[in-house]
């Protein structure tokens, strides 16, 4: 990519003016990513941020790439089409909780099973924040809203769980309050070839203010963030005393160092094609309220949809040439009057 | 003995004839009649057919239910439709006697499989007696023949297993109507000999079926004589014998090559529709990418993503999944980007009649969005007419990036008609361009990109695609600034816009033909018809006048927006009907556009109008007209 | 000093005034316009309101985009609309009164926050010199309020944090405005205390912030007189002030109660329909069951599903969601279960203008399923016949068996209005009754339940939920067999089922209300309307007349089937207009179902028609006529 | 359940002609079915199933019950209302791999983290059966079908990893070759308060005949099914000869006993909260073609969603007593004329 010519934050940024609530979460992953694509060697005019509806589905506006806004919840499936028909983009799809978890569900986990090349942002704030404040599909059961006066009764996703269950190659979380982290993390997305999936825990401060704090606070985090390295056992806490096991039955655990020692660590290793420790590593927390894996769970190869149908075209072609048209017609019986 | 022998029998010349093959779902009639069908167009016959088969895979061997027909008719001229009633039947077991006995003609000709008449057998038909002792068939000529137990003895020798001794009678019963009807074997034991050629033994048993039902034609005293139907005198030129669906997918490859731009198509299987997905699916020589999504929003979502690409972004369906569309739909309407949506419909509503036909969904491609989302509506008339409707929705989404609804349904998708192949070189170019400049000076005299600036005549929207440096910009299903494209709530701005989109679509009546009439000059009577009941149309016409009675006809390929002329048309004639099947719907775009009183001929039975059928409604209105 | 203190100014009578308050979103004038709003209900006044707001939910502060205003007509007689322009404009900064000055009558009224008009914010809102000097507001009566600075020092004592100071600002508008109109405080205050209960300072603030502003009326040199507008002469009873979403979410309570079944709601999120799943998620006391569905087709579903365990199945939803419900929708249909769509309409097509009002779903309505689908449609006129709409699509749905659309808009979704409560009493009786025995006896003489047996006079099928012994039976989408319900491909039965289906819904013709015209007899033009065009059409009908005109009007609530008078009632006019928020949809309908020259009066701008823009063109069309 | 009037197989068996085709395997699930619910003391005029679209949707029609054939893939957002509404009806939702993952999957889902009470029997025959045979989302790479000429490029789903990813608190599977498994796999199925999810591996002999035959067939099913039972020690093999370990990183394999010795292998738990265990089970095969577990994975209790609706209203109820409308009316603020 050292060829290609260096961009600055500036060129990525539209003329269009922010319109999310300020102090909301949004604009500091809109600088994140602003900041990396510089970084990334890429250009604007082949780069494209597509989205459905919702508050964090305004983000391609903000973008001087090409960009489209559709509808609620069918980005990642104008995604596919997109990435399959041109694979000469770099196509991201910027979701919500609501818009990918809830009514897009089904075509986040068909992009994910079929590995197209798409990287996925989903900003999850635990709410539907641009309908103004009903419960979403992330929100903790008995959560209070416009829609659930008397306490939400649906048991939440998870994000990170529904897509490994949905075969996802690639599976990341990172947090609005840590620019560095969310930078890498989406650096390491965006490298993947194949599907990307990266939660990110977004503070909404109008009608979920707060949700994150417990464990994205500057000063909660080193205890509650466990930051996962591959190929590195998994500990943290401010001094490191506190790591990640996997129990017999295959429940990753916090412990206390001091109580197992440091050689019963779980070492992470995001490459495993077995998808199972990184699900396990997707149950360590049950929410933003104990401590929270983020980075990257998952990392693997495996072939990229959009790749493998242009192989198969360039196949037929290679093998019998291309189509003719005069000749289509004739494939059948023909006889002459 | 080859089928070039001399006939042993009298040949008798026939103008024409209608034969409906009909048997249990395993018996394969739907081969039988289509290799029926081949050979005949191949020996130069017009011939239109009607497949008609059940919405269960293969329901319970020997139930009515069960029961698959195909129905061809042959002619020494141009015909216009499968024909309304059988001359002849061929009932391969009691249950297809029993299910297709009333669309045989009076008088007409039986050919039953003796050896599925057991009681069993009639039971599972619901019959209590035997139709063929109990007087049931009086009136016509029944010949019994043990197509069965001839196709095992022919087979006998080959160390054939009894079940696929059994699965060739078909075979057995072809060759059989090859022989009444003179129709040469050879191409069908070409195609035999291609489709079973790695089957060694499945292919000798289909051969020696074959050629069995042929002389037990020839060499049972059965048959007093054999019939002839002499090619058709068709205009000049090579011919080959096509359903809708293939013609369509066809067209959609055309397309794609006229405007120069890679075909996408995203679809969902559904009945009729599946088989253009399966056959573009083959077609990777063209470059083109089939996309089988999860449901059709995906589908048609992804065709989308790749019109949004600078694709030909095609996403095919019937009823249901049209419904589903709907929303995707008025998103590419507000995006102003070129997509094709086919629609092949089926009998509704919800899941309906899935295997039947029905032109009922025209309603709803014209409205089945919310707020004002106009779109083109374009629709095929013949099997053959769908090749060049794929073309000419292609070629109106492209130049005014819209949306365009393509309907056709499952009579012509699986129907087939003899095709003169067009020459490839007199196709339309259909090419579009896309922008590479910017095309806007800013106050400030920086050079800009404006997607929604339009081309003056066509009000089309200035296209970049991703991928093209400096042009960068966004779009989005929220209203949108006049020219700049970025949002905007401002009243007027959206009045203007939804003027702008809807002068837009209206503004194409300008650059389609416009409608003909075909017929008397000074009639009173005007019949307008859309879609697939053009077969049935025409033939009824022509009877008609051949009684000498005056009546014109006009036949409808752009249902939105209607051809400039349609109201001038319509004006000039006392009385407009308008046969459709469905309960009236092109009848009420008319009514509201040109405030003709319009009526509605209207059939509903997941089956096309006969030509009977029409002709008598016609001549009603005649009289009524005269009296 | 109270709000009953005499006024040290004399006080002028109005009989009308309309007010606009407008500011940033964050600033809370939908909660001040809507305070005054219920103070003038209590006072007495007839009102109507318009909320206008952004689709960003805080759009950056100080930009146009961010403006959110709310609009209230309050009167001492009979108002049908919101007014056309504001006599007064409250702009709490530079943006606001940018934004909303063209919606003010010339030579009107404004108050502006002063204290934000300084560079920073001038510039946010595109200003380039300041709108107070430059001449800008020349014509109009200015009022410059330091609002920002009065209420920080109001409530300087109280210990409140300066952004919470800042935050009362709007109680200090609403001060005085209540001063300047002469609305009671109390109320606010009440209304103040219960809201604010919890916070003590904040409520202090508020508190002292409103005094503030009405003291600031009473004392300042600023203002020569307050105004009065009277209580209006309304028909004696108990009045409460409500939305149309409010009503609408009562109405299916009521529906309930008077179905005696319980209410289910199954719905996803949308503007502007969230509102009525908000509201009867509060009434679990009613048995009322909310579900929150994964997105509008599971909404639907999970409503039917409950519509076909015996509950009164609704679902809530706007345009798009209206699209991807189609599907569902035809399922219905084909059931011939009750279940109850409500499309609050919004601007389209796709995203559209999701906060702003439209009319453009009718077609959609009537016509977006594929297949022949028909199904009942009502509109609801009023905020307040919401309630009655919700009742009689409730009562059409469960008495017919059918899906039945309900439809309401944006305007009356927010708007308010005074309604006189109806008694409970007075509601009529729409319950049902499930089968609980067999329906027919077959010809073994077994009893049997079948679910398509009909009521000869409805045509609705016999209805028996689960849980009933002796009658279970399986139905489902597919074509059914004509009284038995089973599947059924036969051609004359999906034919007798299309035109059953269809008869059934044209027969609710015979059991709803012929529509009304209200106005002179002998008048040539007739203003034929639907929905919450109501109002202005209200008032314009009545300025026409009040210039000695002659006009009549109708509106229709019934839009299918259209009442089984309609067509005789528009043959008496020589002209009908019909003002329509869409291209002419309504219009469409009437001129192809009774072959009438209607013509639309159109307004797709997200804003309803002011009844001044009705009034010219009425009489424009008399003037014609007459010429 | 004994007081309930016993019933026979003839009781459940509706008047309809089955008209799957002969040899189909839904015809011995058809049986299953018809064979159980006389032993589970149950009423059929308490009994709904509902359905989709697809040849498995068909399954209503022959069941003597209330059965609602609707429409592709919507059977379990229907089913959630009616069981809502219902509490006191068994409900029953029959779905295939096309209806129930592909255009079905994200109400499927979303019906297993609500834990919504009702059955989902998922017959997964690995292709669209009614529209004659184009692969579906649960078929294997490569698989040439109709619209598949050159082979298909979908990774599939693994539909126990998708309900485990989910939240489903019931997970099992079963196949159609086996009446006695069926029969005890559904008993429990409906025994479980909640959403239960039963994959049935099912021939369509038609169109991808013999897709399970390496597993199911007599003379493969010991060496190649995996019968999980709670609390033994996952083994198999005609003489108990392999077995199931979980290594460190969580990952299940098969073994040789004889190699780890008995006490080293997984002792199944299919009651833990934690899904990590479940999940590893539904990873050891990749496809019909090796050992492959069958069997209750997973059965852990969690609120159920009908009844904590109900349980809202009954509160509210308790509380305020039931609504009354006129006061309804009256509670905004009212003034008298
Ligand atoms: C078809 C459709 N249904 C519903 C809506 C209304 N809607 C817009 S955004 C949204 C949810 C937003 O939540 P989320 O995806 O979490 O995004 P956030 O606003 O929290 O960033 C909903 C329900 C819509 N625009 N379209
Ligand atoms: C909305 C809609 N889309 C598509 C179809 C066509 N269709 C019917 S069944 C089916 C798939 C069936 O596959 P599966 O669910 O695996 O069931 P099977 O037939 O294999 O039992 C499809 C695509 C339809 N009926 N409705
Ligand atoms: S509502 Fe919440 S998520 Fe949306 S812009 Fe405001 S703070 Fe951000
Ligand atoms: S097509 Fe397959 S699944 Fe469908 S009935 Fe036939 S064998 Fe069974
Ligand atoms: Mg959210
Ligand atoms: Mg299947």
Known sequence: ?337 | MTETAQPARPLQRLDHVVIRFAGDSGDGMQLTGDRFTSASALFGNDLATLPDFPAEIRAPAGTVHGVSAFQVHISDHDIHTPGDAANVLVAMNPAALRSELHLVEPGGTILVNVDTFDERNLKKAGYSSNPLEDGTLAGYTVYEVPMTSMTVEAVADLGVKPRDADRSKNFFALGLLSWMYSRPLEPTRRWVEARFGRNEKVLAANQAALQAGWNFGETAELFEHRFEVAPATLEPGTYTSVTGNTALAWGLVAASQLADMPLFLGSYPITPASDILHELSKHKRFGVRTFQAEDEIAGIGAALGAAYGGHLGVTTTSGPGLSLKAETLGLAVSLELPLLVVDIQRGGPSTGLPTKTEAADLLQALYGRHGEAPLPVVAAYSPSHCFFAAIEAARIALKYRTPVILLSDGYLANGAEPWRLPDVADLPDIRTTFATEPNHLAEDGTAEFWPYKRDPDTLARDWAIPGTPGLMHRIGGIEKQDGRGDISYEPANHERMVHLRAAKIAGIADDIPPVTVDGDDDADLLVLGWGSTWGSISAAVERVRARGRRIARAHLVHLSPFPANLGEVLGRYRKVLVPEMNLGQLTRLVRAEFLVDAEVVSKVQGVPFTAGELERRFLAALDELEA
């Open chain 1, 1 to 337: 990519m050292s060829d290609a010519p260096t961009t600055t934050r500036k060129d990525w940024a539209s003329d269009q003016e922010v319109r999310w609530c300020p102090g909301c979460g949004d604009y500091s992953i809109l600088a994140a990513v602003q900041l990396l694509l510089p970084e990334l060697g890429v250009r604007p005019e082949n780069t494209v941020f597509l989205s459905g509806i919702g508050c964090a589905a305004r983000f391609p506006y903000y973008m001087n790439t090409y960009g489209l806004h559709s509808i609620h919840g069918r980005a990642p499936a104008i995604a596919t089409g997109l990435a399959m028909a041109r694979p000469d983009l770099d196509v991201w799809v910027v979701t919500g909780d609501g818009d990918g978890l809830s009514i897009g569900g089904n075509h986040l986990i068909h992009a994910l099973r079929r590995n197209v090349n798409i990287t996925i942002l989903l900003f999850n704030n635990q709410i539907y924040g641009l309908t103004k404040g009903q419960f979403s599909p992330t929100s903790e059961i008995g959560k209070v809203t416009k829609s659930t006066p008397f306490g939400s009764l649906d048991a939440p996703f998870n994000p990170l769980s529904v897509a490994i269950g949905a075969e996802a190659t690639f599976v990341a979380r990172t947090h609005d309050m840590d620019r560095k982290h969310m930078m890498e993390t989406f650096r390491r997305a965006h490298e993947h070839r194949g599907a990307a999936f990266v939660e990110v825990y977004q503070n909404c401060n109008v009608f979920n203010d707060g949700a994150f704090g417990a464990i994205t606070a500057k000063d909660k985090r080193s205890e509650m963030l466990i930051d996962l390295r591959h190929g590195e056992p998994i500990r943290f806490g401010p001094e490191g005393e506190r790591g990640v096991v996997l129990d017999a039955q295959g429940h990753a655990r916090v412990v206390d160092v001091a109580d197992v020692g440091a050689d019963a660590l779980l070492v992470h290793d995001e490459q495993r094609a077995e998808p199972s420790l990184a699900f396990a590593l997707s149950r360590l927390s049950r929410g933003p309220f104990e401590p929270t894996p983020i980075g990257v769970f998952r990392a693997v190869e495996r072939p990229e949809y959009g790749a493998s149908v242009s192989a198969q075209l360039a196949a037929a072609q290679d093998q019998h040439g291309p189509g003719d048209l005069a000749e289509l017609l004739r494939s059948g019986a023909t006889w002459e009057v």
